[in-house]
């Protein structure tokens, strides 16, 4: 397991070099949760049985599988490459994805996938979460051993003025 503990892998980092992982692991489960939401309202709409005309239609996939803005928001989702993290299928493919609101089977299909791929997602969730934790619990540790370690995390300029 990749999971961040206060002995294996957080042990042998520096306290500026954990702090750093720890802030990487924040923003991996920043941009997971954002998939998460995006994923869920997806299927939200899909579920209500929201009718798009085809004006909508077309802007919507623009916006979702086109190429700069699916290249903006590809670009954020970086999932480690651990383990405990399973591959995603092709976001692109996801998104180009507007099926006919009228065909029930396809509606239905689509959203089977997206509900795989946001349990998929939110287990990955819950794993950063462990990490993050075990990160956090070996930052406090160092702390607690070493309390004037707490000042490194100021600015220079704070640390001089106080």
């Given at each position: 397991m990749d999971q961040c503990s206060p002995i294996p892998e957080c042990a042998r980092l520096s306290l500026s070099e954990l702090r750093n992982h720890r802030r990487e692991l924040e923003e991996e489960e920043n941009t997971v949760s954002y998939w998460r939401?995006?994923?869920q309202a997806r299927v939200?709409?899909?579920q209500a049985g929201?009718?798009?005309t085809e004006g909508d239609t077309r802007s919507l996939k623009r916006v979702l599988a086109g190429h700069h803005a699916l290249a903006t928001r590809t670009s954020r989702l970086r999932l480690s490459a651990s383990d405990q993290a399973p591959?995603?299928?092709d976001i692109a493919a996801l998104w180009?994805?507007?099926d006919d609101p009228s065909d029930a089977a396809s509606r239905a299909q689509l959203v089977l996938d997206l509900r795989r791929i946001e349990q998929q997602l939110t287990a990955h969730r819950q794993d950063l979460h462990l990490r993050i934790g075990a990160a956090m619990a070996e930052t406090i540790a160092r702390y607690h051993a070493n309390p004037k370690l707490c000042l490194s995390a100021l600015p220079a300029q704070q640390r001089r003025a106080g």
């Open positions: 939401r995006l994923i939200g709409v899909l929201a009718t798009l591959p995603l299928p180009a994805r507007l």
